[in-house]
Structure formats: C-alpha cells, structure tokens
C-alpha cells in the first residue's frame, strides 16, 4: 500500500496547531504497520534552517495555475524513515512570514493543490491513495478527476479527505474555477457555497471517503449547528463518511522520558508534584505543592470557551484555594484579559501569553487539572497530552473530548476526568469544583490518575481503521 499525505503543515517542520501533529505522528504509525506513506507539504520561510540545510533538490516541475505556469522546485528530507517533499515557490510560500492568512490564499493553495499532482511523475512515486487534509489540500480529488484521469499514471488513483476543522472552509470568488484551478462550470455544483468557490465542499464531494477526527464530530458536523451549511452534503454522503479518533505521538510525548520537563515519571505522583513546584517556582507562584493546580494550553480564541472562563474565573480564584496556569496566544481581547487577571491574582494565576513547547510540556507535567469547555472540538490534543501526563481532563462533552474523556465514577471507579454537558459557565465552574474536592480524597485521585496513565493514547489502534479504508476503497 503506498499513500501520500498532502497536508499545509507538519510537525517538526511548521505548526500552527493539531494538524500539524497529526501529519507528524500518523504516517509514522502507518509505516510501522507496513505502509509506504510520503508526505508532501508547502516549503515555507518558516521552516527551521537546520531542516532546510538537510534537504536534497529533487526535480522542478511547471504548474499549471489558470492561463499561466509556475515555476515549482521539489525538495526532499527523510525524516524518521518517511520521505518528506516540499513544494518550493518563493513567491506563494517562500517570501511570506506565518502560513494562512493572505489576500491571496485561494490563488497559493491553488497551486499547492495543482503542484501535489505534477510532481508525483516527477519524485517516481505512484500512490494507491492521495490523502488530503483539511481545505488547503481539498481540490486534490477534484483536481485529479477533471485533469488527470486520461493519464494512465493517475487512473487507478483513489482519494481520501480528511475534515480536521469544519469551521474553515477555504471559500472564494467564482472566479477561481477557472482562472486558478482551470475547471470548466461544469464542476461549479461540486464547489458551489452561496455563488462562491469551497475549497472543503471540493473534496467532500470528490474524494472517494471522508474523515474526520471523532466519532462524535462526525456526527455532530451532520447537524446545522456544527455543520456550517455543508450539513445536508455531509448527510448525503454518510455511508463514506467515517470518524476516527486522534492519536499523540506517545514516543515524543513521554513523561518517563521527556527531558523538557522537571522531573521525568512514569505514573508517580510524588515526582509529578516535584513538577508543579519546579513550575511554581519559574512562574513565581507560591510554592505550594499541596493546593490543585489547573492548566489550559490553549489558542485565545472564542471556540475554545473562553467566554465561559472569564464569566467565572475571578470568582474561582477569589473563593477557592487553587492555582491557574494559562499558555497560548490568539485574541487580542483574550489576550488582555487573562494578563489583566494575572495582575490582579499574582499569587493564584500566570498568564503565559506566548507559544513555548518546552513550558506546554512543563504544565502538562506540572497540573492536577487540564480545563478544555470548548464551544466545538473536532477532537482534540490536548487533552490526550494531558491524560499521557496524568493531568485530569476536565472537558465539555462535545467532538473528540466526548469520546476521549470518561466521567469519573466515584462508585465504580471507572473514568479518566470530569466533564459537563451543557456550555454553561457555572455547570462548567460545579463541575471543576467537584474535581478540586475529589482531588484532596487520596483513594479518588489514585484511582482517576491510574485510569489517565493506564490509557492508550497512541496511534496504533486509528492507523488500522485509516489502513482499513486504504483497502476498501482501491479494492
């Protein structure tokens, strides 16, 4: 089975959030499992010298991109045994700081999409399946059927679309049809949204299954509230549409061997304090290793259930003895808030208002408590890196952290976190004060923190379901 993953990022090499982790782990799970997978990704300006001083020029091939061609290089860098291309055009990705966000991304994508289909003659390199990531790499399908299956090196190609995040669509002006991506009206329906181009309906319509990256989101996103006007096409193709949870690079994210954190363990909750008083100590908090401390690593933005957070976070602090710890970057108006609270809490909150992996791994090791109430969560990281490191999730029950976050049963003992339904702010406030008093009875927390470390958080289990529609579909 050969596979290519097209995807606009990847860790190590550029990141903006949980796709990147996903391209960076899965394949690697996929070749431990027999597959031949590459990955093929943009080449941005951002991408770290010592990886760009490793990588070999490949082939240069020109891009169709409307009435013109464009100049596109091929890099090549093998990475823990999976070959990694890299799209090269200074103009589109090269001469730009950060990754989305510009005037002209339908034109960039484009022909990032366009260039993922010339090259695959070009690096010798026949994929069984081209699988595509979220809307920077959505026209794929779309692409291949309207340009290339005349040609017998494509013909027997089959696709698979991956939804990370319904919320981005990657919509345009009709005129991208036909003037970027050369298609003639007849494949308008297969991308229409409201007289304008979907760059994520494309290949929800084109490929020949879809994904996403929860069981539950899977369901939900067939529903107005989360389905952001591609619910009825979502529904429509339900017998091709699978969720499969996310897994988390369990090698990388080791607490028994993470040399970023304070004090390496494996399910030790002695050692696991002697983190919270590291981080207390670098934070300038008051050492107090005794007092729960809860953590949110997390983009500032509204989805992630800020709103809830600053509803009662003075109140929390004001009244309960626990201490909060908060890393992440994003709205301006989040962004002041939660360094306006930290002046006002000094001894209760940091507000780490900053990107920094090496402190995200510190307060996974270092909290008792990881908050997640986001409003939507396709599936989540986050939480999961909080359960490898024993800090117990306390989430809203929607997308992947309904089916990655087990309510703690005090009977029985079953359950690895607390969690709340509605998006409430004092069900969300009840809920994390009922896992601060669990937290100071001995017998409960061993047993929540035992479920958390026993888990498996790994991608072994989702690489097959993604290994078993490889083979469905190419049959």
């Not at 879809?210 to 369901?219: I, L, Q, R």
């Not at 989430?395 to 079953?414: F, I, K, P, S």
Request: aromatic share 14%; glycine share 8%.
């Amino acid at each position: 089975m050969k596979v290519l993953f097209a995807a606009a990022e990847a860790h190590p090499f550029i990141k903006t959030g949980g796709l990147a982790d996903v391209i960076g782990a899965l394949p690697k799970a996929l070749k431990s499992a027999g597959v031949d997978v590459r990955v093929i990704l943009p080449k941005y300006r951002g991408i770290h010298e010592k990886f760009k001083s490793q990588m070999e020029h490949v082939a240069v091939v020109d891009v169709p991109v409307g009435w013109r061609n464009q100049y596109c290089g091929i890099e090549r860098i093998v990475l823990d045994g999976i070959p990694i291309y890299f799209i090269d055009n200074e103009y589109y990705f090269g001469a730009r700081d950060g990754i989305y966000g510009y005037m002209d991304d339908g034109e960039r994508f484009a022909f990032y999409n366009r260039a993922v289909l010339e090259c695959l003659p070009a690096i010798d390199f026949q994929p069984d399946v081209l699988h595509c990531h979220d809307w920077h790499a959505a026209v794929i399908p779309m692409l291949l059927q309207g340009h290339y299956r005349h040609d017998p090196f494509y013909t027997n190609m089959r696709t698979v679309f991956t939804i990370h995040n319904l919320l981005y669509q990657g919509v345009f002006p009709y005129e991208v049809l036909d003037g970027l991506l050369g298609l003639d009206s007849s494949y308008f329906g297969g991308v229409e949204y409201y007289g304008n181009v979907n760059y994520m309906k494309g290949g929800i319509v084109h490929s020949d299954h879809v994904t996403t990256v929860s069981p539950t989101y899977a369901e939900e996103i067939r529903t107005p509230y989360y389905g952001y006007g591609l619910e009825g096409l979502l529904s429509s193709r339900s017998d091709h549409l699978s969720g499969i949870v996310n897994g988390i690079d369990t090698k990388s994210y080791n607490p028994a061997n993470d040399s970023q954190i304070f004090s390496k363990y494996r399910s030790n909750l002695a050692k696991k304090t002697e983190n919270k008083i590291g981080l207390q100590k670098e934070l300038g908090l008051p050492i107090a290793p005794h007092i729960p401390m809860v953590a949110m690593v997390t983009r500032l933005v509204d989805s992630k259930g800020l709103d809830l957070i600053t509803r009662i976070l003075d109140e929390l602090l004001y009244y309960d003895d626990i201490q909060f710890v908060l890393l992440g970057t994003g709205d301006e108006i989040y962004e002041r808030w939660f360094r306006e609270a930290a002046w006002r809490y000094p001894t209760k909150l940091s507000s780490q208002i900053l990107f920094n992996d090496a402190l995200s791994r510190k307060m996974y090791a270092a909290s008792d408590l990881f908050l997640m109430p986001s409003k939507f969560e396709p599936c989540g990281i986050s939480q999961l890196l909080a359960l490898r490191y024993g800090s117990i999730p306390v989430v809203r029950e929607t997308g992947g952290l309904n089916d990655t976050v087990q309510a703690y049963d005090e009977l029985t003992g079953e359950g690895n976190g607390f969690t709340f339904t509605d998006y409430n702010a004092h069900d969300m406030m009840f809920t994390l004060r009922r896992a601060v008093a669990l937290y100071h009875k001995p017998e409960h927390w061993k047993r929540v923190t035992k479920n958390a470390f026993s888990g498996d958080y790994s991608w072994n289990v989702s690489a097959q379901q993604y290994i078993d529609i490889y083979k469905k579909i190419t049959i």
